[in-house]
Antibody, heavy 121, light 110 residues
Framework: EVQLVESGGGLVQPGRSLRLSCAAS????????MHWVRQAPGKGLEWVSG????????GYADSVKGRFTISRDNAKNSLYLQMNSLRAEDTALYYC??????????????WGQGTLVTVSS | QSALTQPPSASGSPGQSVTISCTGT?????????VSWYQQHPGKAPKLMIF???KRPSGVPDRFSGSKSGNTASLTVSGLQAEDDADYYC??????????FGGGTKLTVL
């Protein structure tokens, strides 16, 4: 059974940092691209970042470029999102999603339950 | 990176068909056959309904179908059922390892 379990969310002050993790199981992790998608309270889905199976291709939404860094550790079946210089508008439920082999194949067929990030003073 | 454009709402009676549009540009929807659709019920994670414009994952009813013409993709739900009442989001690859989502459409089954 495929499982994606996010962790690391919480309440953080503006300007501070947070690191999200996603633990994957039930599939061959290093065969697939992985993505972070967020959803602000009461709002729609927003793609944040994606990383190919071998970390060779990485993309970011303009809203987070230069502040967020995606990475993965295939030996640990884990995906990460380092979030720096956090802003109030980054407040959202952050989902980890499994993609296809490359970033372009956006068949996000499995999602975690999300981890909530709240940026507030 | 502009969000894809979806109508905020759509509705239909049980048994009817409804089509939800998703309009992008020649840089995303119009240039790639990597268009997906997701269904989201309140408090739940999104569920993949259509990928690569018109392919259905295993387990998704064939009442759900996808298509694309130019810069606009569409999701059609035929034979509406009560459980189809949900939010629907389209997404497209936009090149250079970038993905964009639509703003979402609230589908109401009357």
């Amino acid at each position: 059974e495929v499982q994606l379990v996010e962790s690391g969310g919480g309440l953080v002050q503006p300007g501070r940092s947070l690191r999200l993790s996603c633990a994957a199981s039930g599939f061959t992790f290093d065969d697939y691209a992985m993505h972070w998608v967020r959803q602000a309270p009461g709002k729609g889905l927003e793609w944040v970042s994606g990383i190919s199976w071998n970390s060779g291709n990485i993309g970011y939404a303009d809203s987070v470029k230069g502040r967020f860094t995606i990475s993965r550790d295939n030996a640990k079946n884990s995906l990460y999102l380092q979030m720096n210089s956090l802003r109030a508008e980054d407040t959202a439920l952050y989902y980890c999603a499994k993609g296809g082999h490359i970033v372009a194949t956006i068949n996000f067929d499995y999602w975690g339950q999300g981890t909530l990030v709240t940026v507030s003073s | 990176q502009s969000a894809l454009t979806q109508p905020p709402s759509a509705s239909g009676s049980p048994g009817q068909s409804v089509t939800i549009s998703c309009t992008g540009t020649s840089s995303d929807v119009g240039n790639y056959n990597y268009v997906s659709w997701y269904q989201q019920h309140p408090g739940k994670a999104p569920k993949l309904m259509i990928f690569e414009v018109n392919k259905r994952p295993s387990g998704v009813p064939d009442r759900f179908s996808g298509s694309k013409s130019g810069n606009t993709a569409s999701l059609t739900v035929s034979g509406l059922q009560a459980e189809d009442d949900a939010d629907y989001y389209c997404s497209s690859y936009a090149g250079s390892n970038i993905v964009v989502f639509g703003g979402g459409t609230k589908l109401t089954v009357l």
